[in-house]
């Protein structure tokens, strides 16, 4: 079975200051990686995926993920976030051999001007 | 590309009542997904749909819950006999392909309150 963890249940930071949210997985088989990302009153979208090859992934709205094997981590980063990043992150995983989708918790950034 | 829509967004109901979730997906989207999501938790996987058939459902799921997606198209998800402890967002999805790893594009949720 496949469990995902999240951190940091809250992160403020201040507008244009970096970001990292931890997500650390546990799993037997091998797995697929994910961050999503839901706005206030929006459903959840795909910020980026890792399946496989260079362990560094960028998405959208300028975020990045790399993948660390020897740690279970899928840490999701930015270099300088906006008060539009301002949302809750959730990490998810599945294992290369089924369809069903582990979420974590959610880690809730808050962007402060 | 309409996106994913959900019906209704908000549906209010007494201990022991019936309910009825629809989601619409993209269009010709094979894959559908229901996922229940409960405050400051992750969306925990239901049930999923590949065309008309279900291939898999979650031991969360009682015999209380029934999901259907008669013609590939819409699914819909029923609670019977509701309880309070169903109270939750409903989240739908679904992907164009059969990769585990096709993006999968969520709906708005339904939230359910069982008073």
């Known amino acids: 079975a496949q469990s995902v963890t999240q951190l940091d249940s809250q992160v403020p930071v201040f507008e244009e200051a970096p970001v990292e949210l931890r997500c650390n997985y546990s799993?037997?088989?091998?797995?697929?990686l994910f961050w999503y990302v839901q706005y206030p009153n929006q459903g959840l979208q795909l910020l980026l995926k890792?399946?496989?090859?260079?362990?560094l992934v960028k998405g959208i709205n300028g975020f990045e993920a790399e993948f660390n094997k020897s740690q279970t981590s899928f840490h999701l980063r930015k270099p300088s976030v906006h008060i539009s990043d301002t949302a809750e992150y959730f990490c998810a995983v599945i294992n290369t051999g089924g369809f069903k989708t582990i979420f974590g918790a959610g880690t809730r950034l808050f962007v402060k001007a | 590309d309409t996106g994913v829509s959900q019906d209704p967004r908000h549906k209010i109901t007494k201990r022991g009542q019936n309910v009825t979730f629809r989601c619409d997906p993209i269009s010709e989207h094979n894959r559908l997904y229901w996922y229940r999501q409960t405050l400051g938790q992750g969306p925990e996987f239901l049930t999923y749909?590949?065309?008309?058939?279900?291939?898999?459902k979650s031991r969360l799921l009682s015999d209380r819950f029934s999901a259907e997606r008669p013609k590939g198209s819409f699914s819909t998800l029923e609670i019977q006999r509701t309880e309070q402890g169903d109270s939750a967002m409903y989240l739908c999805?679904?992907?164009?392909?059969?990769?585990?790893?096709?993006?999968?594009?969520f709906g708005p949720g339904t939230r359910l309150t069982v008073l």
């Open positions: 799993s037997s088989v091998s797995v697929y």
């Open positions: 999805a679904s992907s164009p392909q059969v990769l585990p790893t096709d993006t999968q594009y």
């Open positions: 890792y399946l496989s090859g260079s362990t």
């Open positions: 749909f590949q065309n008309e058939a279900q291939l898999e």
